[in-house]
């Protein structure tokens, strides 16, 4: 199998460059291309620089483009893959070194939506109570491992990467606005109403066809959208 | 040029104890910094899945902290501190609420309360009935967990260094720990992180092991550390062997899939384990992993080596295995190409969990147990999985060590603020500093040698197969000389051929290799020496727990010295548990 990767370390190079290595994918055990890159690491070239954490899919480290998507290099099956496989980092991002990439402004629009629970209730001693239905509300949205792969697949994000939340912020967002032991409904949808933060959102889907949990930003994009249109207490 | 930052007090780590510890310390106006060598989120506890215990009492109402303390005993063999255990279990309850109203999505039940599961080792009226007290968030507990604790930081603007990897601790003439040296990893700049406070909170250790439920970055960093700084390490010996690692990659399954109904299958097709115990599929951990060990060695076991067993969740109802059982389904789907509601899953036990660790007292302080003397060592505590309070003893039941982290991560931050007082400078000489990076410069000048993860294979293969499930004398002396010699000869030759500073992974991972030595050989050390069977350490030429002589601590120290700790049988509130067998 043939690995095209490209390579950048800013001290030593002027521009990012594409590396081929020829792998034989019975020299390792494993069968996902995380296994692969793996072993081009302690085997071919220690130099190339990689995130990576719990290798199964929770941790959110590995994604990276590979011929073309964005996924994650622990839940990419060798076997699904074809004889070329060109791998970029996640693109829309600043690289830092090889596939690693900048996520600190992916990580500000996260925080730029309030990303916890607020709620008034005062008896901190019980638990609040929360109907399964209400809770079923979560289910799609709280699962997100914000791995990036969604943001960076999303043109509207490529365009204004500081004023649009982004469609994992967004996702977040979302969580929080549904869920039914939050009472700040009112202030979240406010701090999405300007015409960028929320609105920027075309509904392409690219984030929903890329994202490696199979979750639905666009719907929850929607869902936030119909929530505004229901309206809310200006503050 | 070593850059200084100054704080009150650090948290190494940022998964749940190190998350849970900043908050805590947040709340005590300290000015503090979380450390942590991946983005918190990416930490290990993400991967949990089954869930938390505690005694709620949402579906069988008579559920009570005595109970699950009585359960938390048992389940350690009586290795586990009874003092520690009784704390844990009593204020298991209000930390659920506590993380409740933190925003964690459990599931509920019908009555919208949080959803509880049974799990292994479980019971009420002191072992007389299964009780289902794992509270959860479907099979993503960890994850929930994990992402509330990040998200309450965030709330409460919590100063994070992420991507920066701690090299060892700083330690000062007086014997206190006065901060960490580190290296940025996204910039390659080295920091001495000043603190009167150090809170070690570094996770697990699995990746000593071939084959383990561990990610790539639980190499025991904080353990080795310590260990080195001269503080001795505890029961090193206790690793949790998983019933139900997947066959072949070692991703977890959880014991929840039994919690919900699941069975192990050998390939005669019998449901074996309610040969081996009357809990059957819910007994303790250690009982499961030699009962799968047992079918696999006689000749039972499946696949074309036969060396491993099946997981049966084929009975169960799709509404349970959809709402209760997602990540499992996609977890077999991805990584063993099979659908679980159709074939049964192939599993095989797993190294999953270190019980063992750097002994503290109750309120995570760091304990140095010498010549028969316990001291506390000033400026250090340390939480959840790296510490050993003790509270999981020889075997951890299932769904404690969330519990474990939240709660001691919380004890550790308020024990800070009772006892650091800002007036107490602790001086660090230049000397101290450099000691702390000196093995760094050793690395970063060798420029030949043996590559560093040359080291890799032969230590985890040595782990895997002297040290494993069953353990005997000759092959565990024979396998600790080898790791010592494969440690000296690290010291001496290993390298890392990269040198650039930006985001080098290989040499994070080189200093990993350092770490995970370390830890291989003083498991090493205590399993040798420990001459019983008990909880996870099983001798085939010790078969039996030796009461007389072992119901104590395994103390080990860095040179090679071994000790024994007594154990705490004085909880305050309940009377002891009194010795007993477990089946
Ligand atoms: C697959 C799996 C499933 C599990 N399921 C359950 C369950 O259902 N219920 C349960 O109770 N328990 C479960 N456990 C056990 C439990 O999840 C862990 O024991 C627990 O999460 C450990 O938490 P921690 O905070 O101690 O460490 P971790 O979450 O591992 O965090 C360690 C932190 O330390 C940092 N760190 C480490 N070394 C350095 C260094 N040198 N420099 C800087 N930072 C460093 C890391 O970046 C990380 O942030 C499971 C474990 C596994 C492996």
Known sequence: MQINIQRFDPDKDENPYMKTYTVDTSAFHGVMLLDALEYIKTALDDSLAIRRSCGGGVCGSDGMNVNGKNGLA??????????????????????????????????????????????DTSDLEAEQLQSEEDRAKLDGLYECIMCGCCTSACPSSWWNPDKFVGPQGLLTAARFVLDSRDDKRDERL????????????????????????????????????????EGYNEL | ????????????????????????????????????KVFPTRSHTVAAQGGINAALGNVQHDDDWRYHFYDTVLGSDFLGDQDAIEYMCKEAPRTIIELEHMGLPFSRDENGKIYQRAFGGQSRF???????????????????????????????????????????LVKNQHGAVVGVSAIDIVSGELCYFMARQTVLATGGAGRIYHSSTNAYICTGDGLAMAWRAGICLQDMEMWQFHPTGLYGSGILISEGTRGEGGRLLNSQGDYYMTKYSSMADLACRDIVARSSMEEIIHGRGCGPKK?????????????????????????????????????????????????????TTPYGEVINHKNGKDEIVPGLFAAGECACVSVHGANRLGANSLLDIVVFGRAVGQRIQEVDNASQVQEASRTDIEAAFSAYYEMEE????????????????????????????????????????????????????????????????????????????????????????????????YPKRDDQNWLCHSIVHYDGGFEKRMVNNSPKEVEPVALKERH
């Open chain 1, 74 to 119: 622990c839940q990419t099956l060798l076997k699904e893959l074809p004889e070329k496989v060109t791998i970029y980092p996640m693109p829309g991002m600043p690289v830092i070194r090889d596939l690693v990439v900048d996520m600190s402004q992916f990580y500000q629009h996260y925080d730029s939506v309030e990303p916890y629970l607020q709620s």
């Open chain 1, 190 to 229: 406010e701090n999405l109403s300007d015409k960028y933060r929320l609105y920027r959102c075309r509904g392409i889907f690219n984030c929903t066809n890329v994202c490696p949990k199979g979750l639905n930003p666009t719907a929850a994009i929607a869902e936030l959208r119909v929530q505004q249109s």
């Open chain 2, 446 to 541: 060798r420029t030949e040698g043996d590559a560093f993860v040359s080291f890799r294979e032969p230590m985890q293969r040595l782990m895997q197969d002297d040290f494993g499930v069953y353990r005997e004398e000759e092959k565990m002396q024979k396998g600790l000389g080898s790791l010592q010699e494969l440690r000296q000869n690290f010291h001496k030759s290993a390298y890392y051929k990269d040198k650039s500073s930006v985001f080098n992974t290989s040499r994070i991972e080189a200093f990993e290799m350092r770490n995970l030595l370390d830890v291989a050989v003083s498991t090493a050390q205590s399993a040798l020496t420990r001459k019983e069977s008990r909880g996870a350490h099983s001798r085939v030429d």
């Open chain 2, 126 to 168: 002191f072992g007389k009935e299964p009780v289902k007290r794992t509270c959860a968030a479907a099979d993503r507990t960890g994850h929930a967990l994990l992402h509330t604790l990040y998200q309450q930081n965030v709330a409460k603007r919590t100063q994070f260094f992420n991507e920066w990897f701690v090299l060892d």
């Open chain 2, 307 to 359: 060396d491993h067993v099946l997981l049966d969740i084929r009975e169960l109802s799709e509404e349970t295995i959809a709402q209760k059982l997602p990540g499992i389904t996609e977890i077999s789907k991805i990584y063993a190409g099979i659908d679980p509601k159709q074939d049964p899953i192939p599993v095989v036990p797993t190294v999953h969990y270190l019980m063992g660790g750097i002994p």
């Open chain 2, 1 to 36: 040029m070593i850059a200084v930052k100054a704080f009150d007090a650090i948290v190494i780590g940022g998964g749940g104890a190190g998350l849970r510890a900043a908050l805590a310390l947040g709340d005590a106006g300290k000015k503090i910094a979380v450390i942590s």
